[in-house]
């Protein structure tokens, strides 16, 4: 099939999405782009810029030159990934924490329903499948007189990527995974459906399930700060603002996500903090 007559396809199966959401009575646009930098770079252009009305956008991209996650890593993009990216506008100057934590708790349901019930977190917003990296999430911010932008960016591994070996896809579970509209027909009503309670009630509804769903809850852990081990302890959960709760000989520690990473930590590893 000649890349044009795809091309069509898939924006005919946004225009498609878009009707869907609306019958559900969850206004959101819906555009498809073949080829773009970044989905997440686009949408924060396009906010700033004051284009369209101050209500959801989803972009979806059928592949990324320059798509980016936490700490201004590459997200490789081998053309069997779902790129996507909603800009949200939350009231003006509207406090956002832990928006991420809340996103991959709503990323890993609509995974479970889709026939990955191993789908698990990984802190503070990765999404592992077998121990290896399947999805990810970006949440980066707008401010406009009109409203708090947050553009919230999701990158999910439809089939494994080939010479990345802590990486998998969908299809570890099958050798028919469901394409990007099938996800997308779930997962941007979750999003939606999500985000007007996450803007009244902050993180606190999905603290549990968060809790629940983290790959190393109880497990000795790492925090790495570029690359040195600055914390070590076990993984209590989060707390209402997002920040990962680590038990250490010390006492309970709060540890922001900034730039810092999760580890399990290794064989004999000490649970002080150095």
Not at 97 to 117: E, F, I, R
Not at 152 to 170: E, K, S, V
Request: proline letters at 6%; one cysteine or more; hydrophobic letters at 45%.
């Amino acid at each position: 099939m000649r890349s044009g007559t795809i091309h069509c396809v898939d924006a005919h199966k946004a225009q498609t999405l878009e009707a869907e959401l609306a019958a559900q009575n969850l206004a959101c646009s819906v555009r498809w782009m073949e080829q773009t930098s970044s989905t997440n770079a686009d949408l924060l252009q396009h906010v700033r810029a004051g284009r369209g009305a101050v209500s959801p956008q989803l972009l979806v991209a059928g592949h990324q030159t320059a798509g980016r996650g936490r700490q201004a890593r590459v997200w490789q993009d081998a053309g069997n990934s779902l790129l996507t990216s909603l800009a949200w506008p939350f009231a003006p100057g509207a406090a956002i924490a832990g928006l991420s934590v809340a996103v991959g708790v709503w990323l890993t349901q609509c995974l479970h329903g889709l026939g990955s019930p191993e789908a698990r977190l990984k802190w503070p917003n990765d999404v592992l499948l077998h121990g290896r990296k399947l999805a990810g999430v970006l949440v980066e911010l707008a401010d406009t007189p009109q409203a708090r932008w947050a553009v919230i960016g999701i990158g999910l591994n439809l089939r494994t990527p080939p010479d990345l070996p802590h990486a998998t896809g969908l299809d570890a579970v099958g050798s028919n995974p469901p394409d990007r509209w099938d996800v997308l027909r779930r997962l941007a009503p979750a999003l939606l459906a999500g985000l007007p309670t996450y803007a009244h009630s902050g993180l606190a509804p999905w603290i549990d399930a968060w809790n629940h769903l983290h790959a190393w809850t109880g497990q000795a852990v790492a925090i790495l700060d570029q690359g040195e081990t600055r914390h070590t302890g076990i993984a209590r959960g989060v707390d209402d603002s997002g920040c990962l709760l680590l038990e250490t000989p010390q006492g309970l520690r709060r540890v922001s996500s900034g730039d810092v990473s999760l580890r399990l930590a290794g064989a004999g590893a000490s649970l002080g903090s150095p």
